[in-house]
């Protein structure tokens, strides 16, 4: 089995800036690409963000392009969401997600095998 963890979610005021962490472990094969998405109640899960396996390749939401950036540390099994310039509208439920054996990520939250808890954040104004 598959465990991701996120941290890093908390309040900030609008503005600020939050780095969220997911960390993998278990049995994720050679290479797994990435994600991260974010929920609020009564709304369905929507996309952030996505990282490739090698981490050259990623994609971003329009809502976030520009203040949101996604990496991936040369061990592979850390993935970060760096938020800057956080407006009350980006506060949610952060989730990772895992898509094992695949290398290019999707924006589609079926297509990935993996979710970690979630972490809040919270944006004040």
């Known amino acids: ?49 996505g990282i490739s396996w090698s981490g050259a390749s990623t994609y971003s939401a329009d809502s976030v392009k520009g203040r949101f950036t996604i990496s991936r540390v040369d061990a592979k099994n850390m993935v970060h969401l760096q938020m800057n310039s956080l407006k009350p509208e980006d506060a949610a439920v952060y989730y990772c997600a895992a898509r094992l054996g695949i290398t290019m990520a999707t924006m589609d939250p079926l297509r990935y095998d993996y979710w970690g808890q979630g972490t809040q954040v919270t944006v004040s104004s």
């Open 1 to 49: 089995q598959v465990q991701l963890v996120e941290s890093g979610g908390g309040l900030v005021q609008a503005g600020g800036s939050l780095r969220l962490s997911c960390a993998v472990s278990g049995r994720t094969g050679s290479r797994y690409a990435m994600g991260w998405f974010r929920q609020i109640p009564g709304k369905e899960r929507e996309f952030v963000a």
